[in-house]
């Protein structure tokens, strides 16, 4: 894709066209329906950069002092808009995955993979400066150089807190399953496992636009600290957003199980103490656990799960047997 194209969006968001780019643009939009689908989606983060707004613009003085003399003076909010937002369009393009599928360039990037694996917690230092704790059974990927372009995307898959180095002119966005984290420095929690019915995003510092992948007519909602909402993976909606404080538990070796099913609670447990459950026997798997264990081990989780929930449980080496357990009384 030719940086003309990018200038030509740029021009149009800013309502800065041209005769000749207004024409380009809607030739290049007209070209392919791929194009105006990237378009819009690109359409919604810029909308998203404006009301992203810095605390009162550090990158203002230097600006204004580096260009005073040939340049007008800029409120904070539309340098917000004309100068941050323009440094990343090109970041924010990548949201759409079309534009690297379809570009005519190669790609030939090398990608980085860190896993944790059961039983383990992984602390990563990125290329930028930000620092991931990857929950067991997790892994992310991102660019080996991606410090080279004008955002950074990291996918994710499983569980992860990152604190985002502050980079006014790089978006940091998370990519888990169908949603999309958009960020440029701050703290926060994604609870993303392929076999979880929910992802959750909890914000602990800072603020965070959370969207969903590929809907470009969804509105971005925006999450403060101590914020938490979820989405449901098969109906496709955001429940309402909730206060929780303790997104980041876990990393303390906090197990928090609130109204968790309970096949999904002992999956949790299975990674975080590289065990397997086998459930064939258990007959209730429709019940959900409310229990908090703070810094317990294995034994004594194990011992409260089965006289909470009335389950007979035998290890055997590795493997954890489950059968039996009692009604749920619409637990």
């Known amino acids: 894709m030719k940086d003309e194209i990018w200038n030509n969006i740029i021009k149009r968001f800013t309502d800065t066209e041209t005769i000749n780019s207004r024409q380009a643009l809607n030739s290049w939009l007209e070209e392919d329906s791929e194009h105006q689908k990237t378009f819009n989606e690109v359409e919604k983060i810029w909308k998203m950069t404006g009301q992203l ?30 100068g941050l937002a323009a440094a990343s369009i090109g970041a924010l393009l990548v949201l759409g995955s079309l534009f690297y599928r379809k570009s005519i360039i190669p790609q030939t990037s090398t990608y980085i993979t860190q896993t944790a694996a059961a039983g383990k917690l992984l602390e990563i230092n990125l290329p930028d400066g930000s ?18 372009d004008s ?23 998370v990519e888990s399953r169908k949603i999309k984290t958009v960020v440029y420095g701050t ?17 602990k510092t800072g603020k965070v636009g959370v969207l969903k992948s590929g809907s470009p007519t969804s509105a971005p909602i925006f999450l403060l600290p101590d914020h938490q909402i979820s989405f449901d993976n098969q109906t496709g909606q955001f429940a309402a957003v909730t206060n929780n404080p303790n997104v980041d538990a876990w990393k303390r070796g906090t197990l928090i199980f ?74």
């Open 53 to 82: 707004m810095p605390e009162e613009s550090e990158a203002l003085p230097q600006f204004e002092s580096e260009h005073s003399s040939t340049a007008p003076k800029l409120t904070s909010r539309s340098f917000w808009q004309y």
């Open 131 to 148: 620092k991931v704790n990857l929950n067991a059974g997790s892994s992310i990927r991102y660019k080996k150089d991606m410090l080279k």
């Open 151 to 173: 955002s950074r995307i990291i996918q994710l898959s499983g569980e992860a807190f990152f604190d985002v180095k502050h980079q006014p002119s790089k978006p940091f966005v």
């Open 187 to 203: 703290s926060f929690n994604i609870r993303a496992y392929q076999n979880e019915k929910q992802i959750q995003i909890g914000v």
């Open 258 to 331: 609130d109204q968790t099913p309970i096949i999904e609670a002992l999956e949790t447990i299975a990674r975080r103490f590289n065990v397997n459950f086998d459930t064939k026997g258990y007959q209730q798997s429709s019940c959900k656990l409310n229990a908090t264990f703070e810094n317990k081990d294995l034994k004594t989780i194990l011992k409260t799960i089965q006289t909470v929930m009335n389950i007979n449980i035998k290890q055997i080496d590795k493997t954890i047997y489950v059968k039996g357990g009692k009604a749920c009384n619409g637990n």
